[in-house]
C-alpha cells in the first residue's frame, strides 16, 4: 500500500489477509512453562479504506499459542463489528457503542476474551479470535468501556470506567471474579478531558485529567485537541461503594497521559503515580503523526518522558518531575504488583523528534534508578513488553517479556522471549508475516477449562 499516511506506511502497513500457521520455527529454547497464548491487538483498516486518524483503523487481534516448547500456532482476525463493513458511530439515534473499530486492547476476564475501544463496548472473541458480538455485560454497561481496565491481583476484580465529553463525563464501574458488574458510580467534578488509562492502588483509585480534552472543531473524527484552558488534574478516590462522594481533584502542571505504568501508596500514606506524558509540543508532534498532518514527529511517541507525581492528599499537595529524558511509551510492569510498590517497569523506547536514539525494551529499577535497554536494531520495532511471571518466582523480575518485533529490512516478524532480569534473548518464534505494529495485548495463561487443541 502506499500512502502519504504515516499510520499506513513503514512498521505500520496494515496486513490484507487473516491466516492461521501451525508448528511455527522456534530459535533457542522456549521455556515450557510459557503454556498459553501471547494476544495483541492494534489498528489495521481493510484494504481499500484510508482511515482520517491511526485511532479509526479497524481492530485486528493476534494471536500466538505456546505449550511445550513449541509455538503450535499464530493467527490472525479482524474483530468484526458493525464499523469493520462501514457503520457510522453517530447516528440519527445517537452514538452506536456498538460501532467500535476494537482496535486498542485485548484482555481476559472471567473466561471472557474482550476485544477493547474506550469510545465502545467492548466485542467478545472465542478462542480462536473469531468475534462473538458486542459485550455489555447484560445490560449493566451503559456507557463506553476504556481500553485500559484494571484487575485487582488480590481480589480478581476487573475496575474500570467509559467516559464521554458529554455528561456524565466519567462512569466507575467494578465486576466481580463472574465478570458480573456490582458496582457502578457517577465521578462528580469531572470534565469533558481525554481519560485514555487510570491508576489502581491497594485503597485508591486515581484518574488522569490532562490538557487534551472534546474539540468539535476537529475533523480527524477523533474530537479531542490540546487546550490551555483546560486543567490537568488529578481526581483521588478512596475504594469501595461510597467513594465517589469523596473524590479530590488537584491541579498538576500541564500535559497529557496515555498510559499509566503504576501507582500504590508509599510508608508515607502518600499516593506515587508513573507513567509517560507529552508536553504541548509533543502532543501536536504526536497528533499530526496520527492524523498524517504536515509537521509531525518521526513517530507516534514523540517527546513523551516518564514522569512521577507523589500525591500527599492530606497536605492536598502534589509534587511532580520528569524521572528519564528517553523517549519511552507502552509501560508495562509485572501485574502481581500492581496498585503495590514495584521496583521494576518496562517500556518501549522510540528515536526522539530528531530522528535520533533507536527502538528497544527497557527496564528501569526504581530503587536503584538504573536503566537497562535490549536494543531491538535497526529497522526493528518492538512492541509492548508484556511480562509473565516464572512458576517459582521469588523476584519481581523473575520471568519473561514477550514482545513482537517488526523488522522492515526483512519483511518480518518475530516473538522475542526476553529474560526479564537482564532482557537477554531466550528464545525468537518466526511468524509466517511481518505483523503491523500494534497497540496493547495480553498473556492469557492455560486454566483448567482450556480447551487442549485450541
Known amino acids: 500500500m502506499t500512502s502519504d499516511k504515516p499510520y499506513l ?24 512453562e510459557l503454556t498459553g497464548r501471547l494476544l495483541r491487538n492494534g489498528h489495521n483498516p481493510k484494504p481499500g479504506v484510508t482511515p482520517t486518524h491511526w485511532f479509526k483503523g479497524s481492530g485486528m487481534v493476534h494471536g500466538i499459542r505456546l505449550r511445550g516448547g513449541r509455538a503450535e500456532w499464530y493467527r490472525n482476525r479482524w474483530v468484526r463489528t458493525p464499523a469493520l463493513d462501514g457503520a457510522p458511530y453517530l447516528t440519527e439515534h445517537g452514538p452506536d457503542l456498538t460501532a467500535s473499530v476494537a482496535g486498542t486492547h485485548v484482555i481476559e476476564h472471567a473466561g471472557r476474551l474482550l476485544a477493547l475501544c474506550e469510545a465502545n463496548v467492548p466485542f467478545e472473541l472465542t478462542r480462536d479470535l473469531d468475534t462473538v458480538g ?33 455528561p456524565p463525563h466519567l462512569v466507575y464501574y467494578v465486576a466481580d471474579t463472574k465478570g458480573e458488574i456490582v458496582h457502578t458510580a457517577e465521578i462528580r467534578g469531572a470534565t469533558a478531558s481525554l481519560k485514555h488509562d487510570f491508576a489502581l492502588t491497594r485503597r485508591h483509585v486515581v484518574f488522569v485529567e490532562g490538557n487534551v480534552t472534546f474539540d468539535p472543531a476537529e475533523r480527524s473524527g477523533i474530537p479531542y485537541g490540546w487546550s490551555d484552558r483546560q486543567p490537568s488534574r488529578i481526581g483521588v478516590m478512596p475504594r469501595g461503594d461510597d467513594g465517589a462522594g469523596h473524590i479530590r481533584w ?7 497521559l496515555l498510559h499509566v505504568a503504576n501507582a500504590y501508596e508509599d510508608g508515607r500514606g502518600r499516593i506515587v503515580l508513573e507513567g509517560p506524558t507529552v508536553d504541548r509540543e509533543g502532543f501536536r508532534l504526536s497528533w499530526n ?19 512521577r507525581w507523589v500525591i500527599d492528599t492530606v497536605a492536598g499537595t502534589v509534587d511532580e518531575q520528569i524521572i528519564d529524558d528517553l523517549p519511552v511509551e507502552f509501560p508495562t510492569i509485572n501485574e502481581r504488583y500492581l496498585g503495590a510498590e514495584n521496583r521494576y517497569q518496562y517500556a518501549v523506547s522510540f528515536p526522539d523528534e530528531q530522528g535520533y536514539g533507536g527502538y528497544g525494551v527497557v527496564k ?23 511480562f509473565v511471571p516464572a512458576d517459582r518466582a521469588t523476584r519481581e523480575d523473575d520471568g519473561y517479556l514477550l514482545t513482537v518485533v517488526s523488522d522492515l529490512k526483512q519483511d518480518a516478524s518475530q516473538l522475542l522471549v526476553l529474560d526479564a532480569s537482564g532482557l537477554d534473548r531466550i528464545a525468537t518464534v518466526h511468524l509466517p508475516h511481518r505483523v503491523t505494529a500494534g497497540i496493547h495485548g495480553s498473556w492469557v495463561p492455560d486454566g483448567d477449562g482450556d480447551d487442549s487443541e485450541a
Open 9 to 32: 506506511t513503514g512498521h505500520y502497513t496494515p496486513l490484507t489477509d487473516e491466516v492461521t500457521a501451525t508448528e511455527l520455527t522456534v530459535e533457542g529454547v522456549l521455556p515450557p
Open 134 to 166: 458486542a459485550h455489555d455485560f447484560d445490560g449493566k454497561l451503559r456507557t463506553a468501556m476504556t481500553a485500559h481496565p484494571k484487575e485487582d491481583p488480590v481480589t480478581g476484580e476487573l475496575h474500570f470506567f467509559g467516559s464521554s465529553p458529554f
Open 250 to 256: 488537584l491541579t498538576v502542571e500541564p500535559g497529557n
Open 289 to 307: 503523526w496520527w492524523v498524517g498532518a504536515p509537521g509531525r514527529g518521526t513517530e507516534p511517541a514523540a517527546r513523551s518522558y516518564t514522569r
Open 364 to 386: 528501569y529499577d526504581r530503587t536503584t534508578g538504573a536503566r537497562r535497554i535490549h536494543r531491538a536494531g535497526d529497522g526493528r520495532l518492538p512492541g509492548e513488553a508484556v
